[in-house]
């Protein structure tokens, strides 16, 4: 069976620009990116949803892959178990934010024993040899990092953008129903844990830290420097068609995510502003404050850039 070389972790809040980021990687040869992947053992088959369109239940690249790995009912249920042991921040911080005791840890070991079996089995059907996972929850970005073939990359985009986004509208065609709206509190907690989480793992573990804005004004440079960052030589890499244009990697089987993964035809990276007219007027104040505050909250998140 073919073996996974490397796998990028994305870290960060929901709306962050993480499907964006991952549909520029995919474009190149040796890469997948599979989206949540954690999806899969955290959610009903039903309630999975595929970026090719089909009903998960009955995709048949999912199905080549949990079959090239080994996985049953069974297995995805012993995944859940020890997700809901091990993946939160309750556990990091009982062992201490160290890695090493993590790594030590034989629960830590057999979930991602269990996940490197996927990895591989990716690889395998896939063709590819780097694996990119975008769940972006924070407490997993700690278990992956024990794992050696894993590099963390912490995408930041900026609290007022990604509380905007969680209140706007917007219609998911994976679910058929519009995307759930999250409160302005749970929005700025999602964000807040997942920074957090981060700058403490950039503390005692390499963490790319990508800006959204600044990955929308130069994607190849940056595409490029964190590539070199994580020492991932790709040939060829990512297929550029213009500065801002990328053609989409065939096979593109992401889970659950932003609904731009449903979108075919050349990619085009542009930053999107947050759409302040969609967000009642009455609402706009607690916001700005809310961004404000978690600002300041975390200066540390710009001591974590580590392009090397
Ligand atoms: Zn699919």
């Not at 012993?78 to 309750?90: A, W």
């Not at 840890?105 to 690889?123: S, Y």
């Not at 607690?286 to 961004?291: D, E, G, K, M, Q």
């Amino acid at each position: 069976m073919a073996s996974v070389e490397k796998v990028i972790y994305i870290s960060g809040a929901g709306r962050c620009g993480s499907t964006l980021l991952e549909r520029i990687l995919h474009s190149a040869e040796n890469v997948t990116s599979v989206g949540e992947l954690h999806c899969l053992w955290r959610l009903p088959a039903e309630a999975i949803t595929c970026s090719c369109g089909n009903a998960f239940v009955a995709d048949a690249h999912w199905r080549a892959i949990l079959s090239a790995a080994g996985f049953d009912a069974a297995t995805l249920a012993e995944l859940r178990q020890l997700e809901d042991s091990v993946c939160h921040s309750g556990f990091i911080a009982r062992h201490r934010f160290s890695i090493d005791s993590l790594r030590d840890d034989p629960r830590v070991q057999q979930f991602l024993e269990l996940q490197f079996r996927l990895f591989d089995a990716i690889a395998e059907v896939d063709g590819s040899t780097v694996v990119v996972d975008s769940s972006k929850a924070g407490p997993r970005a700690w278990l992956m990092a024990c794992d050696p073939r894993v590099k963390v990359l912490h995408l930041h985009r900026d609290p007022a953008d990604v509380i905007v986004s969680w209140r706007s509208v917007k219609f998911d065609p994976g679910l058929g129903t519009a995307m759930k709206r999250m409160p302005i509190r749970g929005a700025a907690l999602d964000w807040w844990k997942v920074d957090r989480l981060a700058a403490l793992l950039a503390r005692v573990h390499p963490v790319i830290r990508v800006d959204y804005r600044e990955l929308c004004a130069s994607p190849q440079t940056v595409v490029a420097n964190v590539l070199a960052a994580m020492e991932i030589a790709l040939a060829p890499g990512p297929q550029w068609t213009a500065p801002d244009a990328v053609q989409p990697g065939p096979d593109y089987h992401s889970l659950n995510g932003n609904p731009d993964r449903f979108d075919k035809g050349t990619l085009r990276i542009a930053l999107r502003e947050a759409d302040w007219s969609r967000i009642a007027r009455a609402e706009r104040p607690l916001i700005r404050l809310t961004a404000g505050a978690l600002r300041l909250l975390s200066p540390a998140g710009h001591k974590m850039a580590r392009w090397s």
